[in-house]
């Protein structure tokens, strides 16, 4: 009986896999939980920040998985065939297996969003050029170049003057997504 269970808890823990990973593909769909800065693949926790939370639908897949996997290699050997002793054993491997993806999924997130995301604070200072020009009072845009990229974004000239196409400016205050600009003369 209980090898019933864990062929079940493995197949419906890759089913689920595949499943959110096809689904994931094909739609494409990276939404977001609401109250929290993590995507719906990430799962919802209390902590209000993105990553990857140990109650994602991701990690309880691996969980059941691993518990399912764990299980059967357990019942093949003569020492842990009993219920009694392999259902712990898989529970325990289950759960370090979960806990090792957390971690790494955890780091993995944590690089490629700290390295992907433009310091916005270091912008003021640096020089952009107009590249739509910004009416009296408007708004236009601007290119810059931080970190060997080049970037795009919405500005206004910080005394409302017009600023021509092409005209070099220099960032001086952001707020929010709103880039204050001043003319270099």
């Given at each position: ?49 993105s990553g990857v939370s140990a109650f994602s639908p991701t990690i309880i897949a691996a969980f ?33 297996i979960a806990s090792l993806m957390v971690r790494v999924l955890r780091q993995l997130f944590a690089h490629t969003q700290s390295s992907s995301e433009s310091h916005v604070a270091t912008l ?62």
């Open positions: 009986m209980i090898f019933f269970v864990y062929v079940i808890c493995l197949g419906a823990g890759f089913l689920f896999t595949l499943l959110a990973a096809v689904m994931g593909h094909v739609f494409g769909h990276d939404g977001h939980v609401v109250g929290s800065h993590g995507s719906v693949e990430a799962g919802e926790d209390g902590s209000d920040s059941v998985t691993a518990f399912g996997g764990l299980g059967l290699i357990f019942t093949q050997v003569q020492a842990t065939k009993s219920p009694l002793i392999s259902a712990p054993l898989a529970i325990v491997g289950a759960l370090v003021v200072g640096v020089c952009a050029n107009i590249i739509s020009p910004i009416p009296a009072n408007g708004m236009g845009e601007i290119a810059y170049v931080q970190g060997g990229s080049r970037y795009t974004a919405p500005a206004r000239e910080l005394t409302g003057q017009p600023v021509a196409m092409g005209q070099p400016v220099k960032i001086a205050k952001i707020i929010g997504s709103q880039f204050y600009v001043t003319i270099i003369n």
